[in-house]
């Protein structure tokens, strides 16, 4: 299985300020037929279902406000929040979507 | 627009089965691929497994002797069975449309379900 480990596992930032999020995988999700890499984010809020944020690493999905970036390649990747807002305090989780079974970073925490 | 809305008992006996029900909405079954996720209070999240068509289903080796997956074009349904449940599946279940990619674009609300006597 493919393991995925998300640095730190909690983060308070103030806001305005910027957040990084990083996840290393254990393998390559780098497809070499296409050239994507198989990595996706999730934002999940108390209450709510995770969200979708990012695939292929850095395809933003829509309505993610551009505040939020994703990069990285091969084994590791990050997400940045350029200047954080009160309605992202979340958890936040990275995911390899790759090969099976489907993996998750174990989630990063963003706190304000 | 695409929505998924799980259904199911919210508390399941030790040693029996978990049946849980995705519908789906605003969009045919037949031309995606399913997950269910689950989320054990405190912890992360845990890919269960994916459904495409009644022949080309794929699931967790952790759970694979216990779980089946299966569709209703009928009603436009994503089922879950998980069998000789114990305390330890006790979690939130998440139905989530797979995008191209298998990313997971489109996800339910989720179900809380409780294994307990």
């Known amino acids: 299985d493919i393991v995925l480990t998300q640095s730190p596992d909690s983060l308070a930032v103030s806001l305005g300020e910027r957040a990084t999020i990083n996840c290393k995988s254990s393998q390559n999700l780098v497809y070499s037929s296409n050239n994507k890499n198989y990595l996706a984010w999730y934002q999940h809020k108390a209450g709510q279902p995770p969200k979708l944020l990012f695939y292929w690493a850095s395809t933003r999905e829509s309505g993610v406000p551009d505040r939020f970036s994703g990069s990285g390649s091969g084994t590791d990747f990050s997400l940045t929040i350029s200047s954080v807002q009160a309605e992202d305090v979340a958890i936040y989780y990275c995911q390899q979507h790759s090969s099976t079974p489907y993996t998750f970073g174990q989630g990063t925490k963003l706190e304000i | ?117």
Not at chain 2, 4 to 22: D, F, H
Not at chain 2, 30 to 42: A, K, M
Not at chain 2, 102 to 116: C, F, I, L, Q
């Open chain 2, 1 to 117: 627009q695409v929505q998924l809305q799980e259904s199911g008992p919210g508390l399941v006996k030790p040693s029996e089965t978990l049946s849980l029900t995705c519908t789906v909405s605003g969009g045919p079954i037949n031309r995606n691929y399913w997950s269910w996720i689950r989320q054990v209070p405190g912890k992360g999240l845990e890919w269960i497994g994916y459904i495409f068509t009644f022949a080309s289903a794929k699931y967790s080796p952790s759970l694979e002797s216990r779980v089946r997956m299966s569709l209703d074009g009928s009603k436009n349904q994503v089922s879950l069975s998980l069998a000789s449940v114990t305390a330890a599946d006790t979690a939130t279940y998440y139905c989530v449309r797979l995008g191209a990619g298998h990313y997971m674009d489109v996800w339910g609300k989720g179900t809380t379900v409780t294994v307990a006597s």
